[in-house]
């Protein structure tokens, strides 16, 4: 029975894996919660190191682990643009409070976090951002769980990102509040998996270049999600899953033209498996289809598929692959969705007990359904974070994005492809209690 159970995680694990990289989750969502397995299967990053790991401070049943992140940092080209290419210096701080229940049955996790940034030369890049969100399991039983999360938070659109359209002047901001709750049932040779997610992106307006103000309130957005699983062990260390997923997309204020709303589904069928906590992972194919409610409009359609591997060659090393293909949200219902391949590939180290390297790789290709666009992004980066005692740490992190569309003459139908490369280093500090 423990055997059965050890095996039944690391299959869990493996399937979760699959549903972040694939949409389908997020940590700390409830989907994650529902599938994210144990059981001694811990990445570098992830092992326990009494030494070096915050104790946190008591508060009747609940630990309290308060953090302080403070960065600096040089960005070879703030914008991400062709021309005009502006580097600076960058100031962050990054107060953070977890507080986690210690019961014995149930759980509950309370998160807030804010973010600051500062620009030596460039203030119109300033930005605060912030976000806080609970999640939480209740127990039914051994079989049975029920999930739940939310989240509310103001954050910007990153500097060459998707949804960064803002060529000058201020970034884009926007409020994000999601609410996502679900269940899971163990019935012996078949483990089932529902979930239902409400999210709802309402965008601020921003000051453009000579102080014009921008309404973005045409790109404000809400999707409403549900999906089931089914995971079924077929031997000792695989398993097999089945998932649907239906998505209802809406543009709250959209302008004048055929409407962007849309209905997704997708389905996705495979083997996870987990040999042992040192190898576990699972690959998934199927297939999607979105229709727009505006008979005009073409959908889309096509192949989707998941993969997500972890290696564990030893307890100092961790080797990770993820491969996706999936929808994603546009940044203007004038747009369509974006149908985005990517994949990464991670590798950390543990060099000593207190100082642990990493690497990663990756690469994505969007194809942007109403118009002529594709966008192709490389990355890169490399890190290193020396713990000095269980109160402080410190991390140098070095990245690189480099961006393409593929059309030859470096722009789209609209003239607004994207084309730049851009380097940040930061060295940062981080205090915890």
């Known amino acids: 029975m423990v055997e059965r159970k ?7 694990r493996a399937v979760c ?13 409830a989907s994650a919660q529902m599938s994210a397995g144990r059981f001694g299967a811990q990445s570098v990053l992830e092992r326990t190191r009494p030494d070096y790991d915050p104790i946190g401070l008591r508060l009747g049943t609940f630990t309290i682990l308060p953090s302080l992140d403070a960065n600096t940092g040089y960005d070879s080209n703030v914008r991400a643009l062709q021309s005009p290419v502006l580097d600076d210096l960058i100031f962050t701080l990054r107060p953070a409070v977890v507080a986690r229940s210690n019961w014995s049955r149930n759980a509950v996790t309370v998160r807030a976090s804010s973010d600051i940034q500062r620009f030596v030369d460039r203030p119109v890049e300033n930005a605060e951002q912030y976000q806080i969100g609970a999640d939480g399991r209740f127990d039914i039983g051994s079989r049975t769980h029920l999930v739940a999360d939310a989240r509310v938070g103001r954050l910007i659109e990153a500097r060459g990102s998707t949804g960064d359209t ?3 002047g201020e970034p884009v901001n926007f409020m994000d509040y999601h609410f996502g709750t679900g269940a899971d049932h163990d019935f012996g040779p078949l483990l089932t998996r529902a979930s239902f997610t409400f999210d709802e992106f309402r965008y601020g307006d921003r000051k453009a270049a000579g102080g014009r103000k921008v309404d973005n309130s045409q790109r404000n957005y809400r999707s409403i999600l549900g999906d089931i699983q089914l995971t079924m062990p077929v031997a000792p260390a695989a398993g097999v899953f089945v998932r649907g997923t239906v998505n209802t997309a809406d543009y709250i204020n959209e302008p004048a033209g055929p409407s962007g709303d849309s209905t997704s589904y997708s389905a996705l069928t495979g083997i996870a498996f987990g040999v042992t906590p040192l190898l576990y992972g699972s690959i998934g194919i199927g297939y999607f289809a979105q229709t727009y409610r505006e008979p005009s409009l073409d959908g889309t359609n096509g192949l989707n598929y998941s993969a997500a591997i972890t290696w564990n060659p030893t307890p100092l090393a961790t080797a990770s692959f993820t491969l996706n293909r999936a929808l994603q949200r546009a940044p203007s219902p004038t747009l369509g969705a974006i149908t985005t391949t990517t994949g990464t590939l991670l590798a950390d180290y543990e060099l000593r007990r207190n100082l642990i390297v990493g690497a990663t790789a990756g690469y994505s290709r969007n194809l942007y359904g109403l118009i002529d666009r594709t966008q192709t992004q490389m990355t890169g980066s490399a890190r290193a974070t020396y713990l000095f005692s269980r109160l402080i740490s410190s991390t140098l992190r070095l990245d690189y994005l480099r961006t393409r569309p593929d059309q030859a003459s470096g722009v789209d139908s609209l003239g607004i492809g994207r084309r730049f490369d851009k380097t940040r280093i930061f060295l940062g500090m981080r205090l915890q209690l």
């Open 166 to 168: 803002a060529l000058d």
């Open 6 to 12: 050890k095996s039944v995680a690391l299959i869990a």
């Open 17 to 29: 894996a699959t549903l972040l990289i694939g949409g389908g989750g997020r940590p700390g969502s």
